[in-house]
T-cell receptor, first 115, second 108 residues
Framework: DAGVIQSPRHEVTEMGQEVTLRCKPISGHDYLFWYRQTMMRGLELLIY????????DSGMPEDRFSAKMPNASFSTLKIQPSEPRDSAVYFC?????????????FGSGTQLSVL | DAKTTQPNSMESNEEEPVHLPCNHS???????IHWYRQLPSQGPEYVIHGLTSNVNNRMASLAIAEDRKSSTLILHRATLRDAAVYYC?????????FGKGTRLSVIA
């Protein structure tokens, strides 16, 4: 398996523009997670899905952020409109089942810069 | 969420063993102890995890105190490629919550 695949690897956009980040989890994994990493706040969980259904989105910072998982092999994280403070590395991760004894597999991340 | 305490940074010489400590005095009976690491410009990667007994894999060893209030990640022979931030996380069947971790520097 190629692992968790994220695209794009880098995104530079201007304030006010819509940004869409994409993630393909590992085939057969039931759980998908979106994290954001900044120097100030470290790694923060934004939202996670189980079998394509959002379970907890309490980490989503504002209504400008939305995430979808239309099928088991694809998820998007959208920011509309984007702001400079959204600049961060966004990671997607998946796991086979959401149990304490399971591993999380991370993608390489999307480096987002909002000018 | 149960919390962990780790030193902010540690330094090691290349080819020497490294012991990375983690305190988790409020751990519950069902919490697994997970270790992840994040190499520069990469996503976190799984290192090892355990519940009560010590664990070994090709990357590292995990030593868990008898009362489970602390654990130690052991890299048997540090290499330059082991320079990373190491996160100790308690997993009680909820999404992983990452702290600040320990930044390990390896000196040639």
């Amino acid at each position: 398996d190629a692992g968790v695949i994220q695209s794009p690897r880098h995104e530079v956009t201007e304030m006010g523009q819509e940004v869409t980040l994409r993630c393909k989890p590992i085939s057969g994994h039931d759980y998908l997670f979106w994290y954001r990493q900044t120097m100030m706040r470290g790694l923060e969980l934004l939202i996670y899905f189980n079998n394509n259904v959002p379970i907890d989105d309490s980490g989503m910072p504002e209504d400008r952020f939305s995430a979808k998982m239309p099928n088991a092999s694809f998820s998007t994280l959208k920011i509309q409109p984007s702001e400079p403070r959204d600049s961060a590395v966004y990671f997607c991760a998946s796991s086979p089942v959401g149990l304490a004894n399971e591993k999380l597999f991370f993608g390489s991340g999307t480096q987002l810069s909002v000018l | 969420d149960a919390k962990t305490t780790q030193p902010n940074s540690m330094e090691s010489n290349e080819e020497e063993p490294v012991h990375l400590p983690c305190n988790h005095s409020t751990i519950s009976g069902t919490d697994y102890i997970h270790w992840y690491r994040q190499l520069p410009s990469q996503g976190p990667e799984y290192v090892i995890h355990g519940l009560t007994s010590n664990v070994n894999n090709r990357m590292a060893s995990l030593a868990i105190a008898e009362d489970r209030k602390s654990s130690t990640l052991i890299l048997h022979r540090a290499t330059l490629r082991d320079a990373a931030v190491y996160y100790c996380i308690l997993n009680g069947n909820t999404p992983l919550v990452f702290g600040k971790g320990t930044r390990l520097s390896v000196i040639a």
